[in-house]
Structures are given as structure tokens and as C-alpha cells.
């Protein structure tokens, strides 16, 4: 294995930069500053960043940049690279969560894996404030970390066809709302009444990259009152 | 979104299985999922829009598997690149890559495949007044994002373009596009990434001497290719981005490209990364066509890609 970090070729106008090998909530803040400073740096000469849990992905103008040139930049701001610790940008949510199995059809097979009682394991859920690895799989999908070891189960070993808008999952070590509907594998154990992406906004994405997350649990009343949709279904 | 009947515009008289709105793609916002969008074949599209004199980026139709039937309200210059849909004007069949005026009145028609999948028609000054989504019109159904009603809807009967009225003949001195030959069996230029090591050598071998059969599983997210099962000795792993290209190796051992529409993360090991000249001609490849893979340098694919650009 080589040194990290590293940049990989991840495409023709694409460098893969691989900053750790495993998942740690302290990535966040060296990968959150790698991307401010490509911001600041390459200007006009990027085109975009894809953030995740170990890596930066840094698609670059190869009209304005060769290859080697974005390569040697990259390499300089590495060199002087230090994590983001402010946090100036992050935010600490608030999301409340109707959790009960009417919207949470996994809950009662989490059960059977767990031997606790899903009211035990929304307990747990609830008690960890969770943090922003990563945006992906749809617009302003964010991957949460990490869950208690007792919540940390596999997805599902068939997909759903679909997953309702403002579902909440869980999967491995992570937990997230699909903001809109969607295929999906995770294990869904709740239902939220936040709206997560919304192209007008500023930013779009209401979750960002390294942001704080705790989950409220609301009672089926205060979820309607919130306007909440009970009548969409998970097939 | 759309324009009142009195304006210049072009209506949709039948929708066909999936015509949509591209611009170049949407740039800037993959830090929140959202995904590139843009034309599967940059090249078609591109030339589409060059051979009438329109700007970079211009947003153009495309049109997947033909069936689309439009009428002029008004009267511009159009251009119809990529697959041959057997286009027709009031009945008579058009010349690809080339310029045409569209008077109003007439009757343009998508028929079926002859070669290639993919068919581009550009206006000349593209259709104004659309808003764009996050920077984009690029039209991302999955994503509900873009498009000409914006929540990323496909044309349907009765949508009305707004056209760019215009007795103008487009440029004259324009370069002339290379024009691919559809039924040509593609060599694909695929630049190898770090993770080819993983691979086992036999794999590897098989990877770029073996062609490759375009499996039903093809759409705009990214089209799965058939043959030996290439092993990797390291999956899966923690996911990352993508870039448009990406050769992903699912456990399956059946490679997976990725192009516009892709997920903008994902987790399986990749062999490399198709470019974007050569993901521009796999979308024309229609299910059990054959592809064969050819490595290239990272150098050479900027020159090649440089030069479409100048060219184009």
C-alpha cells in the first residue's frame, strides 16, 4: 500500500485525491478544508468536487489546466493542508422524526435482529448526534454517521422499488432521509416532515457537508400538525 | 416554460418513447448529489448545435429511440446529429449533419432506429426563455430537476418551444463534422485508473481483448457490458466519487460505465474511466452490440479531446 495521501487518475479531466483508508468522523474537517482551498485555489478552473467519506474527487477545466498542471496544484495544497476545525459553516439540525413501524416498516424486523423493542432502538437513534460524511446518491441524500453499534444492521437484501419521500433508514454504520422518492435499500424505521433539497433555496441542500444532525422524535398528532405525509407508502 | 400559441414556436405533436431537453450539464452543484446531466453523446450534440452557429452549451433535443413529431409554429434553421431515427419534413426524408430551414406549417418526424440510438435536433438559437435549474436546463427525470417544465419532465404532446424566429442560413465556412459510422463495431478509449492493480491479470487481459456485448440494462444513468467476469481482489469499498466514464466492477464481474445521469458516488472497485468522446459513442450502441475496450494515455485523450473542441 502506498502513502496517503494520494492522488488516483479518476478520469480524463479527474483526480481522485484518497486522504484515509477507513471511515472516521475526523476526515470530515481535513476534507472539508481540502475542498475550500480547491475552491480558492483552482477558481474559475474548477468545475466540481465531489466530497465523501475518505476521498475528494476534483474535476477540473482541461481546457484551462493539463492534467499534470492540477496534479501539481493539488500536491501544494496538501502539502500545506490543516483540518478545518472552526466549523465556521456547521450547522447543528434539528429534525423531527415520526417514528413508528405505519412508517417504519423495517422496525419490526430490526426487532427480531436486535432483540430490543423498536421503542428501544428509536431511543438510541434519538441519543446520538450525528454528523454530514458525505452527499450522494440523490440531490441532498446525506450520509449520517455513525449509529450505536446495537443499530448498525445491513441493507436490505432487496432493494424497495420504492422508498417514500422523507423516509428515514438506516444501513451499516449510517443514517440518512432520502429527501425525495427513490429506489432504496436501508432499513427504514421512521418519517420526517423537513424539506431536505429545494432548488430555489441558497443552498439548495439544507444538510451540508460536516454538519451536526439530531433527531426528535414527534408523535403522530404533532407529525400531521407538521404537515407531515402519512398517506405516502414504501413498496 | 412553455409560450403562448401566437409566438414562434415548435410543438410537440407526439412525444415518443423519451425526448428530452439538454444543455451541456449541470456544473458546480455534485457537492449535494446532483448529478451532471448534459447530452449521452456530446458529440452529436455538439455538432448539432455548431453546424447552425449556436454558443457552446446550447440546449438541443435529444431524442432516444425516435417517435417524436414536431410542428413549426414559426420559422427558423434546424439541424438534425447522431443516431439516424429516419427524420422526415412533411414526409421527405432530411439529411443528417447538415443545416435545414423549418418553415410554419411543417411537419417534422422521428421514425425508428436505422443506426444508432441517440438523435439531436438543435434550433438556431436554441429555444429562449427556458429557465434554468441550479445553472442548467439539462433534463434529469430521476432527479426531477431541468428540463423545459423544469421539475425534469420529458416533452409531451402539446408542449410548445419557444422558437428563435430567424430567416438567417447558419455560417457557411464551419469545419466539417467527422461523421461516425454507427455500425462499426467501437473501439473505446478507456483510461486505466489506480485501481487496475486490483485486478487480476487475467482479468485484465480479458478486460481489453475481449469485446464486450451491451447488455439491456443501459439507460442514461450508465449502460452494463457483458462477457468474461473480470475478478478484483478488493471490494467492496467505501464509496467515493464518480466521474462521468467510470468503468465500475460490481461483484458480478460485469462492467458498469457510468455517464450522465450516474449516481454521483458509489462503491465498487472501477477499471478506469471511458472519456468523453468515447462514452459519446457507446450511448449509440444499442443492446447486443459488441464494444471493445482500448487503453489510452491520459495526455492523449486531453489532445483528442482539445482538438474535438477547436473543431467543433
Known sequence: MSFLPRLENAGMDTWLVRLFDSIDEANIDWIQALANQCQASFGSQLIDLVPSYTTLLVHYDCLKLSSDEARQKLLSLLQQLQPDASRNNAKLHEIPIWYDPQVGPDLPRLEQLTNLSWQQLVELHVQTVYRVFALGFAPGFAFMGKLPEALQQPRLATPRKQVAANSLGIAEQQTAIYPSISPGGWNLIGRGCTRLFDPQNQPPSLFQLGDQVRFQPISKAEFLRLGGDIEAVSL | ?312
Open chain 2, 1 to 312: 416554460m412553455t409560450c403562448t400559441s401566437s409566438e414562434p414556436s415548435l410543438e410537440v405533436i407526439q412525444a415518443g418513447p423519451w425526448a428530452s431537453l439538454q444543455d451541456a450539464g449541470r456544473f458546480g452543484v455534485r457537492q449535494l448529489g446532483v448529478t451532471q446531466g448534459g447530452p449521452a453523446d456530446l458529440y452529436a450534440w455538439a455538432w448539432a448545435n455548431r453546424l447552425l452557429g449556436n454558443r457552446w452549451g446550447t440546449e438541443a433535443i435529444e431524442i432516444l429511440l425516435g417517435g417524436l413529431q414536431l410542428e413549426a409554429q414559426g420559422k427558423t434553421w434546424a439541424c438534425i446529429t447522431g443516431a439516424d431515427l429516419g427524420a422526415t419534413l412533411d414526409g421527405q426524408p432530411l439529411e443528417l449533419w447538415q443545416p435545414f430551414p423549418l418553415h410554419k406549417g411543417q411537419h417534422l418526424a422521428f421514425g425508428t432506429p436505422r443506426q444508432g440510438l441517440r438523435a439531436y435536433l438543435a434550433v438556431a438559437g436554441g429555444f429562449p426563455g427556458l429557465k434554468p435549474v441550479l445553472g442548467s436546463l439539462a433534463c434529469v427525470t430521476r432527479e426531477h430537476l431541468g428540463g423545459h417544465r423544469r421539475e425534469g419532465q420529458l416533452l409531451q404532446q402539446g408542449d410548445q418551444l419557444p422558437l428563435h424566429e430567424s430567416a438567417c442560413s447558419p455560417p457557411r465556412s464551419l469545419p466539417r463534422p467527422v461523421i461516425p459510422d454507427y455500425k462499426l463495431t467501437p473501439e473505446l478509449a478507456l483510461i486505466p485508473g489506480a485501481q487496475i492493480r486490483h485486478f487480476r491479470g487475467r482479468s485484465l487481459f480479458q478486460a481489453f481483448n475481449t469485446p464486450w456485448q451491451v447488455d439491456q440494462r443501459a439507460d442514461r444513468m450508465g449502460i452494463r457490458l457483458t462477457g468474461p467476469k473480470l475478478e478484483c481482489k478488493e471490494q467492496p469499498m467505501i464509496s467515493e466519487g464518480i466521474a462521468l466514464g467510470g468503468v465500475q466492477v460490481p461483484t458480478d464481474g460485469q462492467p458498469f460505465v457510468l455517464l450522465n445521469d450516474r449516481q454521483t458516488i458509489g462503491g465498487y472497485p472501477r477499471l478506469g474511466t471511458l472519456t468523453p468522446l468515447a462514452c459519446s459513442r457507446l450511448a449509440q450502441c444499442a443492446p447486443g452490440s459488441k464494444v471493445i475496450f482500448q487503453a489510452q494515455g491520459l495526455d492523449q485523450a486531453q489532445r483528442e479531446y482539445r482538438s474535438f473542441l477547436q473543431n467543433c
